[in-house]
């Protein structure tokens, strides 16, 4: 098949997804095109089978912003024209949603027709939440799409209760390479950030508020207090500032390092014994899967679709958002004997294994199939 996927290129997690997606699909002999405005994270250097379409937006003097949802229609219109499309994936909403829905219409005006499925990874609805603007046009796009997939069962559910659709909504979780074999931990490395009996707790974001990362600094500190232990921050964003400050106020720098942004994250988490993910809100938390999939035991709120990933007891515990007392207390249960950490690395790694890559992208070709051959 040839397929057009329109993300957001940064290093949030429906850009990664969206990457991950095209390049396993790739793999499998389909050839992606995708579209966005400038050089997924992810995505590496050159790889059969995978295109890359930049859209670029001129600064116009009379606009006070730029229309880069019509330039994006457009270049979907010339993508799917001239590289002979059959299908388009577009991973948000707005603006994607409602742009594909443009080009779509105007590839019908000259006899092409253009299926457009869209996913659901949780801002543009709980956006919804916070601006009713926009529901409009996000339920028109949703009624429109020809199939819409969202990352989790919550998300899914939020959908249904913030707009009034019934249009049917298929869960097709995130997803990431899982391997069958035991990462071992480079002991070199690892001495650079940690004494030898002293575990690394670890959290990954993009430090917005959401992500709630002063909680992840206040449930260390009680950790450390306990059990003397470091924390490695990855990621970059607007609270990073206020986390800085914290970390000097509380007397921790010495075993907090800020490695800022990482394009691939996981020789990072291999180095960690904990991941913290305290959010307030979490449509289902990819940095989650991300460190189970090598192993670490995640301690985390239990909103969102996190519960649905992380599993109480098997792959981590889960807190009430903003119990940080709580978090603290778990973190240190798991990290109390050896054989305790052992026995929920395992079962984080085993759960990981539900969302490996190949089980879920089988999933969405599956639905490119059944939404092509209508
Ligand atoms: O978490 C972020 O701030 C980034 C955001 C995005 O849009 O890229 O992530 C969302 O999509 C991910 C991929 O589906 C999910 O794993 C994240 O849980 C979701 N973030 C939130 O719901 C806050």
Redesign the pocket.
């Known amino acids: 098949m040839k397929i057009g996927i329109v993300l957001?290129p940064t290093y949030?997690?429906?850009?990664?997804?969206a990457t991950e997606l095209g390049k396993s699909l790739a793999k499998k002999g389909h050839e992606i095109h995708f579209i966005t405005y400038s050089h997924p994270v992810r995505l590496g250097s050159f790889t059969e089978n995978i295109y890359y379409h930049e859209v670029s937006v001129s600064d116009y003097p009379l606009f006070e912003y730029e229309p880069y949802e019509t330039v994006l229609a457009s270049k979907m219109v010339d993508v799917v024209k001239h590289e002979h499309l059959d299908l388009l994936h577009v991973h948000?909403a707005i603006p994607h949603a409602s742009a594909a829905f443009m080009a779509r219409q105007i590839l019908k005006s000259q006899g092409i027709l253009i299926p457009f499925v869209t996913t659901l990874?949780?801002?543009d609805i709980?956006l919804v939440g916070k601006d009713p603007s926009f529901e409009p046009v996000i339920t028109f796009c949703l009624n429109e799409s020809d199939a819409v997939t969202a990352?989790s069962e919550s998300l899914k559910k939020d959908t249904y209760t913030h707009f009034s659709t019934s249009k049917k909504i298929s869960v097709i979780p995130?997803f990431i390479p899982v391997s069958e074999e035991k990462v071992s931990v480079d002991q070199k490395i690892r001495m650079r950030y940690s004494k030898i009996d002293e575990p690394i707790l670890c959290h990954i974001?993009?430090f917005?508020k959401?992500?709630r990362v002063e909680d992840v600094m206040r449930v260390f500190a009680k950790v450390n207090a306990v059990k003397p232990s470091n924390l490695l921050l990855v990621g970059d964003g607007p609270e990073r500032f206020l986390i800085e400050e914290l970390c000097r106020e509380l007397d921790l720098c010495t075993r907090v390092k800020f490695l800022g942004k990482i394009q691939d994250p996981s020789l990072v988490l291999e180095l960690a014994d904990l991941f913290i993910l305290p959010?307030e809100?979490?449509?289902?938390?990819?940095a989650a899967l991300e460190a189970m999939s090598v192993g670490v035991p995640v301690i985390s709120s239990n909103t969102?679709?996190i519960p649905e990933v992380n599993k109480h007891g098997v792959s981590g515990l889960l807190s009430d958002v903003g119990d940080v007392d709580d978090m603290a207390k778990n973190a240190l249960s798991i990290l109390e004997s050896k054989e305790t950490l052992d026995k929920f690395k395992k079962g984080a790694h085993k759960q990981a294994l539900e969302f490996d890559i190949n089980k879920i992208v089988q999933q969405y070709e599956d639905l490119y199939k059944e939404v092509v051959s209508r």
Do not use: D, I, P, Q
């Open positions: 957001y949030g997690g429906s850009g990664v997804v948000y990874h949780g801002t709980t990352v995130n974001s993009n917005r959401v992500k959010s809100t979490e449509s289902f938390g990819l969102g679709g």
